[in-house]
C-alpha cells in the first residue's frame, strides 16, 4: 500500500518543514514557560542551600526575611547560640535595591553577613576568583550574574566598595543577584539615614519634652543613637549540631525567645507555595493556552492538508482502501508533524535560555512529558481530517 503520509510528505517537504518549524517555535516557548517556573523554584531552594542554614529566626508572627519584612535587635542571636543543639548562630540583613554600574543600573540583593568567624550562615560560598570579606568596612563579594569584576568599585547609599571576590549561583527568590557586605556596612546601608534626615529629627526631639527630658543624657544618648542608625537585623540564621532535631530546637527558641522560628520544610513552603504562588498560577495559564493554540494550530495544517487531497483520498477508496488505513496515513503525518516541531522546539528552548533574564532550567522530566503531550495534542488535532477523509465520497475520484 502506498503511504499518503509518506508521498505527501515527499511532494512537498520543504512545506512540510517550515510548517513544523513554525509550530516548533511555539513548543519552544512552552518548554521555556516550563522552564521559567522550575528556575523560579530552584533559584528559592539555592537561596536556602546557600544560606547554610537549618532554622530561621524572624520577627514573630511575620514570614520574613524573605516573603515579608522582619526586624530583631542585633543581640538576638547572643542566647540562641547557647541553647542545647545549636551549632553556630549569625544575624543577618537583606535589602533588594538597584546599584549603578557603568551606565546601566544592577537590580541586586544586599546581603549582610557576619565575617569575623568563617563557616557563619549566612556568609557567601561558592566563590570562584578573589577571597573572602576580611575587613569590616568597604569590601563586597558580588555574584557573577551582577556583571561586576574583582577591583571593582560599586557605590551602595553613600559608601563605596571593592569588589574583592566573585561567587556563583547566589540569587535572591526573585532571581536577583546577591552583594554580599560585612553585617555593619549593611546595617547603614539599610537603616542609617542620611545627614539632613537626622538633623530634622534632632530638631523634632528637641521641640518635644516628652523624648527630650531635662537632666536626664541616658535617654538623650539612647535618642540619638536611634536617630543616627539602627543595629538591627533581618534574621537570626541558625545551623544545628548532626544529632539534634530542627523542630526540638526551634520549638525551645519559640519557647524562651518568643520568636518565629522557621525550619528548612517550612521555609521553602513559604518561597513556593507563597512568594512565587502567583507566579506559578500565571505560567500554568500560559501553558493551558498554548497548548491549546498548539492544538488548534495543528488541527488547521493538517485539516488544510487532507482537503487538498481530497482527491487521491478518493482515488483511494475507490480502489479499496479501508478507511482504517487513511485514517493511520494521516495520523502518520500528524503525528510526524508534532515529531519536528518537538526536535526545533527542544533546540529552540536550548539555544535562547540563556539569554533570560531569569533562569530557565530545562529538565529532562519535562522534556519528555512535553513530548508526549505534543504527540497527544498531535493525535487529537488530527481527529477532524480523519472525520472529513472518512466523508469522501469514492465518486469524487471520477467526477470533475
Known amino acids: 500500500m502506498i503511504s499518503l503520509a509518506g508521498r505527501d510528505i515527499l511532494h512537498s517537504w520543504g512545506k512540510f518543514v517550515l510548517t513544523g518549524a ?3 517555535l511555539l513548543i519552544g516557548v512552552t518548554l521555556s514557560m516550563a522552564g521559567v517556573y522550575r528556575g523560579m523554584v530552584d533559584d528559592a531552594q539555592a537561596l536556602l542551600d546557600n544560606s547554610r542554614a537549618d532554622l530561621w529566626v524572624v520577627q514573630k508572627d511575620t514570614l520574613g526575611p524573605y516573603a515579608e519584612p522582619s526586624s530583631l535587635p542585633e543581640d538576638s542571636e ?3 547560640r547557647g541553647m542545647r543543639g ?3 548562630a549569625a544575624g543577618v540583613t537583606y535589602l533588594t535595591m538597584q546599584i549603578a554600574h557603568g551606565d546601566a543600573d544592577v537590580r541586586v540583593m544586599v546581603v549582610g553577613a557576619e565575617m569575623g568567624e568563617p563557616g557563619l550562615p549566612g556568609q557567601p560560598t561558592h566563590l570562584i576568583s578573589g577571597r573572602q570579606i576580611v575587613r ?3 569590601e563586597a563579594v558580588a555574584d557573577l550574574k551582577t556583571g561586576f569584576a574583582v577591583g571593582d568599585r560599586v557605590k551602595v547609599r ?3 566598595y571593592t569588589i574583592v571576590g566573585l561567587t556563583s549561583r547566589m540569587v535572591s527568590s526573585g532571581g536577583d543577584p546577591m552583594l554580599f557586605l560585612s553585617l555593619k556596612d549593611a546595617q547603614a546601608a539599610q537603616f542609617q539615614k542620611d545627614s539632613d534626615a537626622i538633623v530634622r529629627q534632632r530638631a523634632r526631639t528637641a521641640a518635644n519634652p516628652q523624648l527630650n527630658p531635662p537632666g536626664n543624657p541616658a535617654v538623650a544618648q539612647a535618642v540619638n543613637a536611634v536617630q543616627s542608625g539602627n543595629t538591627n537585623v533581618n534574621a537570626v540564621l541558625v545551623s544545628i549540631a548532626r544529632d539534634a532535631d530542627p523542630d526540638a530546637v526551634a520549638a525551645t527558641i519559640r519557647r524562651w525567645q518568643r520568636l518565629t522560628v522557621y525550619t528548612r ?10 512568594l512565587i504562588a502567583n ?3 500565571q505560567i500554568a495559564m500560559f501553558l493551558v493556552i498554548l497548548s491549546i493554540v498548539s492544538a488548534a494550530i495543528v488541527a488547521f495544517i493538517i485539516y488544510t492538508m487532507t482537503i487538498g ?7 483511494l477508496k475507490l480502489i479499496g482502501t479501508r478507511n482504517r488505513t487513511i485514517s493511520w496515513m494521516i495520523l502518520q503525518q500528524a503525528l510526524g508533524l508534532g515529531l519536528i516541531g518537538f526536535i526545533v522546539g527542544k533546540i529552540a528552548a536550548s539555544l535562547w535560555a540563556p539569554f533570560f533574564p531569569k533562569y530557565v532550567l530545562l529538565l529532562p522530566a519535562d522534556s519528555a512529558l512535553g513530548f508526549v503531550a505534543v504527540m497527544l495534542i498531535c493525535t487529537l488535532a488530527s481527529v477532524l481530517a480523519i472525520q472529513a477523509a472518512i466523508k469522501v465520497d469514492p465518486a469524487e475520484a471520477i467526477g470533475g
Open 279 to 281: 507566579s506559578a498560577k
Open 86 to 88: 545549636v551549632a553556630q
Open 136 to 138: 569590616g568596612h568597604y
Open 158 to 160: 553613600r559608601n563605596s
Open 22 to 24: 513554525g509550530l516548533g
Open 265 to 274: 520544610a517550612e521555609m521553602e513552603e513559604i518561597l513556593v507555595e507563597k
Open 78 to 80: 547572643r542566647p540562641i
Open 309 to 315: 487531497k481530497i482527491r487521491e483520498i478518493a482515488v
